[in-house]
């Protein structure tokens, strides 16, 4: 069916781009499209140039007989109080007023183990509760800690999983490449050149129109949260030299995002820290991402914050590689006695135990794109 979809598609889009015999075209229309066709084609080629720099400089050959990662390390979400206290008395027109609420902070900490095959084990306790989700081939369970329930209906790995991180980054590069360089959803043109802390560079724009941001929508699928950098307006500066970026702009209007970003690099061109300047909704305001490297040239440390006038998100994971260690040492069991529930039985309650945690936030002004939680009929 797919493949029945993908030839009509294309088969009607070739014919529809075939001219009429008949029809009458402007004098150099060919000519024009040919060139535009042969600028973008250049733009992305450019652009795929810098993608395979990040692969190769940021990650690359040290990951090539890396099969597992041990992470460890806590996040933590800080409202103000005072950011409390005066949306307590938006939401209630004043009807309510705050006694002075002191500031609140979600808190939790992570350990576990992930290969690049995607077999993995997470251990999550903290203020939003403690939870384990596990996954070896196609046997796995997710379990909640507070309701002692799980279930074993889980995601399975995608086919041609990577087996080393050499290849988990390079897939990752390469699904940006199918959007932004092999795609047609985003137009490609140049920016001006620019020189960034010392640096000749050339700027690639790539452009995706979106809806208007609506304040007032709190509902969307995941697939749009977690893919929201497939449409918007991309702008890339990078080092003529090396071919590194420099500097990134993003926005996409309709989920309210806009960031720009700015790269720093050790001596040995890899990734050192990214500046943040947030104009995302509700999260105006500065943050970074930093990362620490053993002799080998391998992450051992990633640490980041985000920062507005009403709260603050940091996070700080360590990470440990391993070309030896065994799936085997992911084998791990629900308690005895816990109650085993269908996935969206557990789904439910996972929505549930974090509905009020969310709630609250929500109106102490963090706006959680929160999914609608139904009841499960039986």
């Not at 939870?131 to 995608?158: C, H």
């Not at 932004?180 to 985003?186: E, P």
């Not at 918007?232 to 209007?253: C, F, H, I, W």
């Amino acid at each position: 069916m797919k493949f029945a979809t993908l030839f009509l598609t294309t088969l009607a889009l070739s014919l529809s781009a075939q001219p009429a015999p008949q029809a009458a075209r402007a004098p150099g229309a060919s000519e024009q499209a040919l060139k535009e066709a042969e600028e973008s084609r250049s733009i992305k080629e450019a652009f795929s140039e810098v993608l395979d720099t990040v692969n190769s400089s940021w990650f690359g050959k040290p990951y090539q007989q890396i099969k597992a990662v041990d992470l460890s390390g806590n996040i933590a979400l800080v409202l103000k109080g005072s950011a409390i206290d005066t949306k307590i008395e938006q939401l209630t027109q004043g009807a309510v007023k705050s006694p002075g609420v002191k500031s609140g902070q979600a808190f939790c900490t992570m350990k576990g183990t992930y290969f690049a095959n995607g077999d993995h084990l997470y251990n999550i306790d903290g203020d939003l509760g403690g939870m384990r989700f596990q996954r070896v081939g196609e046997k796995g369970f997710w379990y909640i800690k507070d309701s002692n329930a799980y279930t074993a209906s889980i995601n399975l790995a995608p086919p041609n999983s990577p087996v080393s991180f050499m290849g988990w980054f390079a897939d990752v590069m390469k699904d940006i490449k199918e959007v932004y360089v092999n795609g047609s959803t985003f137009k490609a043109s140049t920016g001006k050149d620019a020189t960034i802390g010392g640096k000749a560079a050339k700027t690639v724009v790539f452009t995706s129109p979106t809806a208007a941001y609506d304040p007032k929508k709190r509902e969307q699928a995941a697939s749009d949260t977690f893919g929201f950098w497939k449409k918007g307006r991309l702008e890339v500066a990078y080092d003529v030299a090396t071919k590194q970026p420099l500097r990134m702009d993003y926005s996409n209007v309709a989920q309210g995002v806009e960031a720009s970003m700015t790269f720093t690099y050790d001596s040995n061109g890899r990734i050192k820290q990214v500046a943040i300047a947030n104009k995302s909704k509700q999260w105006e305001g500065p943050g970074f991402i930093s990362a620490n490297y053993n002799g080998q040239g391998m992450i051992t440390a990633i640490a980041g914050e985000l920062n507005s006038s009403t709260h603050r998100i940091k996070f700080d994971l360590a990470t440990s590689w391993s070309q030896n260690k065994p799936v085997s040492s992911l084998q791990s069991a629900p308690p005895a006695g816990a109650n085993r529930l269908g996935r969206e039985d557990l789904e439910l309650r996972l929505a549930m135990m974090f509905a009020g945690n969310i709630g609250d936030l929500q109106r102490e002004g963090f706006n959680f794109m929160a999914p609608r939680v139904s009841p499960v009929r039986r």
